[in-house]
């Protein structure tokens, strides 16, 4: 129905970050994450990717808040260890996030490392002062305080055999060093990185351990001994790495269970799991069908953290861009991926035929695939840089266009087992590729502009099975002066619309023949749109709108051109009419610049995305609105009648009920009139018939009618009535000081029973300077 002008969208959902960096842990039964995401943590389910508790203090000034360093998770899962930049350590129930106990951490310097013991009785916490101090968690005392290391520490473990009283430790001196915990005694270091120490492993016996580092060596040591037992070279810097169990099958690896082995999974900077023979210093298994991209630097940083759950027999694979990838430990395919932190999200499209999902590109190279129902997401992989726009073809709503960072397009197919396929790549563009727009009566050609300042067309491939064919450019114009900001197809295929940084518009024709510039803005175009249906193009100042605060970075038409949806850096959606340049609707769901709108074909959806990392869905609730509000009409002109005819009829306290309940001020005047015709007494028996809600409503009434001298005498015959009623506790007044004041006058009976009430509920404290009712002060 899009012919009716749209009134309002409302937020159906949400999906903002859980995670944007630092410690992650996994819960024993598999079901849950715990991520540090800002200033708490946030408890995910892996099933629903709800957020189904927050543990730490939210708090929206982010001067005040106190900023998690790092947490532990322990053993049994019940409790979490936060340390905090005040210095302060803080013990959580991991099921209800309430805060059990406080206490100094003791450290001249941050806390950045935590550790707990295979009893969960005590914790270890590791400085960036050098030292490990060891704490009771019974009694909250620090029993133990372990020196010797130089520098912030990366690594603390305990010895999982807690009758051997060690644990371990490695600081910036890339030593590791063992201690004894009930002595506080130094007793082995172990030389033999040269770099920072990120992981440290202990094997099943309890007798030797394994430990990786940014160096690209794995080390196989012997515990009882401080010298190397294997040094194995891994040619990457490592990151993370993890103990497989004894009895694990990866895909080509056919591994003799019989056969003994120390077999570790290890991962870094170029993004790929490997697993290694420690004592055969042998490479076992590469995965070949990683969705992590290398890190863009030598030594840089791609997987953070490698995760096994045993109860799934899963591992996880988290990155440097805050994915969270789950592999099944068997086949190692890929079971579920999960987007933590999304960053800036600078474009979005519906895609296929149903529009069940769509495509986001975030500030990163790679693409994310989602389904509409749920938000379960597939990670696309394929630019070498950030990905900057997004389009789809009307016609082939399998099919969708980016480009990005990289100076190259890319056209892509969704598959019919939902897997998106790259057919081809343009690599014509000199400077990064700001916006694409495809044809909307084919699929034979699409647009690009970019910081070159050129504006290209290119051809489609026929051949739609193929994988990667260079695309070609068949018409290429240097368009503008400035960087191009946006481009747009007219209906028809037959006009072609540039906006531009230089503050300009341009037409082009299908052979790029310049039809027209377009002046009067004061500054650069962000935007530009054809009308659906009418010949005008709009970049949000050709029919001036005034509502935004800033700039405008988005716009679409809906109802077949009569209206524009727009975007802005304020953080706000705003619906307006092009016949009356009304605004009709402002949604401020973003909490900064909302670069990313996509409408889906029947304009019932809007998807948003900004640089807050919030993905906002919003359902068009017009029809819903006007029925809704037509249902409330007939039902107060069908109260109205019944009003009427109680009142013709004489049946005051049903006609009092109703009036009060239709919050009708002069209908219920009228009745406490007609019923005072009667007498006081009458008007006592009636309001005996009307509960306290009904009685709440008639005092505010009555303060109002306080106020007009003609109908002053009514208001002050409630007052009385129900003054008994207020003083014994029955009637509630939600501020009762401003009530008397508005009640006033009141002959000096009344005043002193109400300056009695005042003094017995404790109210207030206040000063009569004289008996006369108006010279209270308060």
Known sequence: MAHILKELYEKTNEYTAFYTGGDIQWTTDGGQFLCQCEDVIKVIDINTLSNVLTIGEVNEDKEETDQIYTFQLSNNNEVVVTAHKSGLMKLWDKNTGQQKKVWRSGHKGAVARLAFDSTDTNIA???????????????YTCISSLHGAMGVFTIVKYHPDISKQLIFGAADDTKIRSWDTKSGKELQIYSGHFSKVTSLLFTPDGQHMVSSGRDRVLILWKINESKALKVIPVYESIETALLLPASFRIPNFKKKLEMDGIYVACAGEKGVVKVWNMQMSRLMFEQNNSLVSPASEEGGLAITHLLFNEARNMVSVVTVDHNIIIHDLETFNCLKQ???FTDEILDIIFIGKDETHFIVATN?????????DNLNCKIVKGHTD???SLANFPTRPDMFVSSGKDNTVRIWINQSNNEIQCLG?????????GSVFTAQTSDKFFVSVSQDNCLKIWDVPKNQDAIDVKLNATHTELAHQMDINCVAVSPNDKIIATASQDKTAKLWSEDLSLLGVLKGHRRGIWCIRFSPVDQVVCTSSLKTFEGHESSVLKIEFLSKGQQIISSGADGLLKLWNIKTSESKMSLDNHDGKVWSM???????LIITGGSDSKLVKLKDVTVERREKLAKEREELILQEQELQ???????????????LRMERPLHVLKIINEVLKHGHNKLFETLKEINHTQKETLLRFAVEWNTNNKNCHAAQIVFNILTPEIISGNLKVANLESFIEASLPYTERHFERLTNLLQDLNFITYTVNCMQPHAVKY
């Not at 005819?645 to 009036?659: I, P, Q, T």
């Open 598 to 604: 996509t409408v889906n074909k029947n304009e019932s």
């Open 338 to 340: 999960m987007i933590g």
């Open 125 to 139: 916490s590791a400085g960036s002062d050098g030292n490990v101090r060891l704490w009771d968690l019974n009694h």
């Open 364 to 372: 990163s190279r790679d693409l994310k695939h989602y389904e509409l």
């Open 425 to 433: 790549v343009g690599y014509r563009h000199t400077a990064s590729v």
């Open 386 to 388: 950030i990905v900057l």
């Open 645 to 659: 005819n109680l009142l013709h009829d004489k049946k005051l306290v049903k006609a009092l009920k109703l009036a």
